[in-house]
């Protein structure tokens, strides 16, 4: 199966700074078409996961541009710069590539 | 505006079985791949089963491969998942979702 490991697993920000996570992949997340299935996913406290980047590094629809995604074949990071009050949540990578799709842990996203 | 609405979940013995439902709305079904998800208790996310959009595939993960079918019926624009043989380990708030959007859910509790 493939590994996602995520870091830090926890991260506190004053409200108006970035935020960076990072993904890493056990393998290359990148398929025979060129595309990087690499997801980003924000779980707000109560609430079912909203999809925030796909493929890596696409938006997803509605998403604020203050979230973006970038990386290589095994390595990647969700930024958010000026961080708001409604970004308080877990983050989670997840892979979709490869049977069976996988998660990693979480990253907890507080305010300071 | 995309909805997709789980029911199904409750309160049961270990080895029984239950069958979940999840109605969809908003989008085009017949033209999606279709998944369960599930989150166990203060914990992460984890990938359990795909569908196909026409059911011609069906994948599932190891932990629940031989106990839990997904199907679906697209007259009906609605996913199932029939668990079989439930154990406490399958204690966990369960999810369909085709990726870009999630449902709220719907609690399975395994419990004697």
């Known amino acids: 199966d493939i590994v996602l490991t995520q870091a830090p697993l926890s991260v506190s920000v004053t409200p108006g700074e970035s935020a960076s996570i990072s993904c890493r992949s056990s393998?290359?997340?990148?398929?025979?078409?060129?595309?990087?299935?690499l997801y980003w996913y924000l779980q707000k406290p109560g609430k079912s996961p909203q999809l925030l980047i796909y493929?890596?590094?696409n938006l997803a629809s509605g998403v604020p541009d203050r979230f973006s995604g970038s990386g290589s074949e095994t390595d990647f990071t969700l930024k958010i710069s000026k961080v708001e009050t409604e970004d308080v949540g877990v983050y989670y990578c997840?892979?979709?590539?490869?049977?069976?799709?996988?998660f990693g842990a979480g990253t907890k996203l507080e305010l300071k | 505006e995309v909805q997709l609405v789980e029911s199904g979940g409750g309160l049961v013995k270990p080895g029984s079985s239950l069958k979940l439902s999840c109605v969809a709305s908003?989008?085009?079904?017949?033209?999606?791949?279709m998944h369960w998800i599930r989150q166990a208790p203060k914990k992460g996310l984890e990938w359990i089963a795909l569908?196909?959009?026409?059911?011609?595939?069906?994948y599932y993960a190891d932990s629940v491969k031989g106990r839990f079918t997904i199907s679906r019926d697209n007259s009906k624009n609605t996913l199932y998942l029939e668990m079989n043989s439930l154990r406490s380990e399958d204690t966990a708030m369960y999810y369909c979702?085709?990726?870009?959007?999630w449902g709220q859910g719907v609690m399975v509790t395994v419990s004697s």
């Open positions: 979702a085709n990726l870009g959007y």
């Open positions: 908003g989008f085009t079904f017949s033209s999606y791949g």
């Open positions: 569908i196909y959009y026409d059911s011609s595939n069906k």
């Open positions: 393998k290359s997340l990148l398929s025979s078409k060129g595309i990087t299935s």
């Open positions: 493929r890596m590094s």
């Open positions: 997840a892979q979709f590539l490869e049977y069976p799709y996988t």
